[in-house]
């Protein structure tokens, strides 16, 4: 079948895959997108040249060509990288050979399945909108192939208007339809591909640059009031284990049975936390959470950890006060807690006798070494120099410039050889308050090390070493742009925050704000928000979801059809209906549209000489019916016995 | 109608040879009380073709010869002094003629062409405030070069609209041709034609024009042409509401000559090319490739 296809239709067709796959860009391997960057171009050049496209031996060698590209790439076509990859390239290859309207609508669907995939890799709204509109454009190619529009923006409002209509439909489907907890297919599921977080082990001394990053660990939105600056404490993992260089977990991460019970206090703070995807069970809860849903828990180091899978994006409802009383102290914990690489060298233990750590209450030797930090000429910075030997050492006595997990670190130390448990907390301090939407933005660069010493009749209690050398690093808001291009810490008092904000920021935390909620309605709404919904309305089993689903689908199609027909229907003249069975009864010669019945009797006529005398009759009643004024009632029926009773056999 | 168009076709087929579709579009324009234009290269019979229908009409007519230093005094007349009388006088120009025969109109000036079409569109002419009203019938048939000869003005589309049809002729076939050859000077046989149609019988006709049925259905694939051409990008502007309305006209007097009192698409389809060429595409003088889509995409059932 080697059917005309409009220029237009190509050129539409083409423009709206290549818009398609751009994003893919992204995450495509360069050799597997330049490849379908040629195949693309190849059939745009063709479309002036139509010489020029490949024959089938060269189709042939292209096909083994991006074979060998995908097994070199992905050693395999499954997978989510390997499965988009296939579908690209099919795309391309399927472009070289388009032979008629068949072809087109193959790569068009095809175009919808590789623009579907692109939410494998990027759920944001921004990608959403992109791909909606993208899809618009693809629409249009079947309009342009099929209708009478040929311009290009009635034919674009035409495919908007398509788009428009359907979303009704898919709302329904999208709240109703059952959310199966899809079996992961091998063939879509995500590499573990790398998702910079907070890690397991501290090692201040091995890191000369901290790496800072805007990207969004979690947002929080509060129910009522939000805590002050200098108590927005994300708790994370806790680091107790030393060898002198390295800080890591004790082991007796659930020992807690034999553990007090945490008393709280003061106001307690209602937040839902919505954590971006992790490489970590982790959940950053405001100190000290008290209560939580599952699939939440507390280990024994009163921080929170989800059993679910942590590289999917979850919300959680949490309360937490910031007051609190942990209570005694176990066996398990004071071992931990006080555990030391080695015996002190000379020159610290010194230092811990100088500022009365092995006299006075603990209280009071914790003010001393906060006014040590102070007094000394310590520094706070993003740039530390590495030391590798014996870290804490150096830094409390040579170099003196490090930042928070530096501090923490050698405050711990300092507390366990004075015989004090005390340990370090990883975690977030801070977050960004988003005015338009009314919550508060986690990133990256808002990570944190502190610590928290045992005292007697206080339990454990948060000291930040950090706030000794810089006060501002906790109490006033980040400017975490300004920090990452700079390197260097630059803290805004939120008045004058305030005051800058112009419009650029202003946008910013609007679409931040957008894209919350999209994250919390749209992307994060699984089974578990469903059976909320279903609760609501009442709905128990499959049975009631089907009917449901029927009846709305069908409420929202009949309402949809009356609004289109009301401007399109026309009623169907009974002679025009008898005259298109008459044009059917004639094998092998089809009317054109634009062929009047006179010329199409001729040509019956000419085909089937023998019943060229039925042709015109039928052909003049019918012209006689629809044409001419005050055609008789007799005549239609008469018209009706005629076409009845025909037969070209 | 028969008896009364069917001697005047047949007379005009002795003169223009293997011309009958342009000589029943032309035709068919006059008794729809169109103005025609005719556009072929120089030589192949434009203006014996207007000459033979005005002498077959029986119409006074007068032809204007239009060149570049032609001035619209030249077409519509001037005040003279009148020595005797000692007062002006209007002289009346060519125009006020049944039939202008506007030779080769698109060598003159936009001035004096906009003479002209001004009188075709109004009726009438205007002259120092003086209002004088032109003959009834009035027609102008007009030819016209190919506007790709040198010494040529393009009508503009918005006076191309005034005219209901443009037709071509084109070159005759072999046999024409021979016949043509043969024959007797063409001036001549024209300078003997007898008249065919009283202003009587014409009157008639063209009342009979407007009798002509038009059924609902017909509108809508009317009406399907006028919004194709408006929406298909074929076309840089679509049929104007005025053209529709010299569709629908033109389309009648076809059914007429057809001898049916009811339009079919037929009709439509027939005189298609010659009522809108020239408005869908200016410089293109072939009509057929221009509503080609039109007739190929718009459903008739």
Redesign the interface.
């Known amino acids: 079948m080697n059917s005309w296809i409009p220029q237009k239709s190509l050129i539409f067709m083409l423009i709206a895959l290549g818009l398609i796959t751009l994003p893919h860009s992204q995450h495509l391997p360069l050799p597997l997108f330049l490849f379908f960057g040629l195949l693309w171009s190849w059939r745009f050049i063709a479309i002036w040249k139509p010489e020029w496209l490949p024959g089938k031996t060269t189709v042939f060698l292209l096909m083994l060509t991006a074979i060998g590209l995908l097994y070199s790439q992905h050693q395999g076509i499954l997978g989510r990288a390997g499965g988009t990859s296939l579908f690209v390239i099919a795309l391309g290859l399927k472009l070289l050979e388009i032979r008629g309207t068949r072809d087109i609508y193959l790569i068009v669907f095809l175009g919808f399945i590789v623009a579907a995939t692109e939410f494998l890799y990027q759920q944001s709204i921004i990608m959403a909108v992109y791909i909606v509109l993208v899809c618009i454009v693809l629409l249009a190619t079947l309009i342009t192939i099929n209708g ?5 923006r ?1 034919t674009l409002k035409k495919a908007g208007i398509i788009v428009l209509q359907a979303i009704p439909i898919a709302a329904i489907i999208f709240v109703l339809f059952p959310r199966i907890e899809a079996p992961r297919f091998k063939w879509l599921e995500a590499e573990k591909n790398q998702i910079t977080g907070l890690s397991d082990t501290l090692e201040p001394g091995a890191i000369s640059e901290l790496g800072l990053s805007p990207e969004l660990v979690f947002r929080v939105k509060f129910e009522g009031d939000i805590p002050p600056p200098a108590e927005r404490y994300w708790r994370g993992p806790v680091f107790s284990y030393t060898d002198g260089k390295r800080w890591r977990e004790s082991p007796n991460r659930f020992f807690k049975r034999y553990m007090d019970t945490p008393r709280f206090k003061g106001k307690a703070y209602h937040y839902t936390l919505l954590m971006e995807p992790q490489n970590k069970p982790w959940v950053f809860a405001l100190e000290m959470p008290a209560r939580f849903e599952a699939p939440l828990q507390r280990n024994g180091f009163y921080q929170l950890t989800t059993t679910k899978d942590p590289a999917q994006r979850a919300e959680y409802n949490i309360t937490s006060y910031t007051q609190f009383n942990t209570g005694y102290l176990t066996k398990t914990e004071l071992k931990d807690t006080l555990q030391l690489p080695g015996k002190p060298s000379e020159r610290i233990v010194k230092l811990v006798k100088q500022l009365g750590g092995f006299d006075l209450k603990p209280e009071q030797f914790i003010a001393n070494l906060f006014n040590y930090f102070r007094q000394e000429k310590f520094f706070y910075t993003l740039m530390p120099k590495k030391m590798e030997d014996n870290p804490i050492e150096t830094f409390l006595f040579d170099r003196r410039y490090g930042f928070c997990s530096h501090y923490a670190t050698a405050f711990v130390y300092l507390m366990r050889i004075a015989d004090i448990p005390a340990r370090v907390i990883g975690g977030y301090q801070g977050g960004e308050f988003n005015e338009a939407g009314n919550f508060l933005e986690v990133r990256q660069a808002n990570a944190h090390a502190w610590t928290e010493v045992w005292l007697q009749g206080k339990g454990w209690t948060r000291f930040d070493p950090t706030t000794a050398i810089a006060p501002e690093r906790v109490e006033q808001t980040l400017d975490i742009e300004q920090q990452i291009a700079t390197r260097t810490l630059t803290i805004v008092p939120p008045e004058i925050l305030h005051q800058s904000m112009d419009w650029l920021k202003r946008a910013k935390q609007i679409l931040g704000s957008v894209d919350y909620s999209w994250q919390r309605w749209i992307i994060n709404y699984n089974r578990a928000s469903q059976q909320g919904i279903f609760k609501h309305l009442g709905i128990e089993d499959l049975k009631s979801i089907i009917y449901w689903l029927l009846v709305l689908v069908g409420t929202a199609t009949l309402i949809m059809a009356r609004f289109i027909l009301k401007h399109k229907a026309q009623p169907v ?1 009974p002679a ?1 209906k008898l ?2 069975q008459f044009c059917q009864k004639i094998p092998d010669i089809t ?9 199409f009797a001729a040509r019956c006529r000419q085909a089937y000489p023998k019943h060229a005398e039925t042709i015109d009759r039928i052909t003049q009643l019918f ?1 006689k019916i ?4 005050n055609s008789p009632k007799e005549m239609l029926e008469y018209l009706k016995k005629q076409v009845d009773h025909f037969s070209c056999t | 109608m028969e008896n009364t168009l069917t001697p005047l076709l047949n007379a005009a087929n002795q003169i223009i040879l293997g011309k009958d579709r342009q000589i029943r579009l032309a035709v068919c324009c006059l008794i729809a009380k169109g103005h025609l234009l005719i556009e072929d290269i120089p030589g192949v019979g434009k203006t014996t073709l207007s000459h033979t229908l005005a002498r077959l009409f029986g119409l006074d007519y007068q032809r204007i010869q239009f060149t570049s230093d032609i001035l619209p005094a030249d077409i519509i007349g001037s005040s003279v002094f009148d020595a005797e009388r000692h007062e002006f006088r209007f002289h009346h120009g060519p125009i006020f003629n049944q039939m202008i025969l506007a030779d080769e109109i698109n060598r003159s000036t936009p001035k004096a062409q906009s003479a002209l079409l001004e009188a075709m569109e109004e009726e009438q002419v205007t002259v120092e405030g003086q209002t004088y009203p032109l003959p009834k019938p009035f027609f102008v048939i007009a030819t016209q070069n190919p506007s790709h000869q040198i010494g040529t003005f393009p009508l503009p589309e918005s006076q191309l609209d005034r005219f209901l049809m443009r037709i071509e002729l084109g070159y005759p076939n072999r046999e024409a041709e021979r016949a043509l050859l043969l024959g007797k000077q063409r001036h001549k046989i024209i300078a003997e034609l007898p008249v065919m149609l009283t202003p009587e019988q014409l009157d008639e006709l063209q009342q009979a024009v407007t009798e002509v049925y038009v059924s609902p259905a017909l509108l809508d694939y009317l009406q399907n042409i006028i919004d194709f051409s408006r929406q298909s990008d074929e076309f840089a502007a679509g049929l104007s509401p005025r053209g529709g309305l010299a569709l629908l006209t033109a389309s009648k007097a076809w059914a007429l000559m057809e001898q049916r009192n009811a339009v079919i698409p037929e009709d439509v389809q027939a005189v298609l090319p010659a009522v809108a060429g020239h408005r869908l595409k200016a410089g293109s003088t072939d009509a057929a490739s221009i509503v080609a889509p039109i007739l190929e995409n718009v459903p008739v059932v």
């Open positions: 009478l529009h040929a311009k290009i009635p003249d025009v005259y298109h009317r054109k549209p634009g062929e009047t019945p006179y010329s012209v629809r044409y001419y004024p």
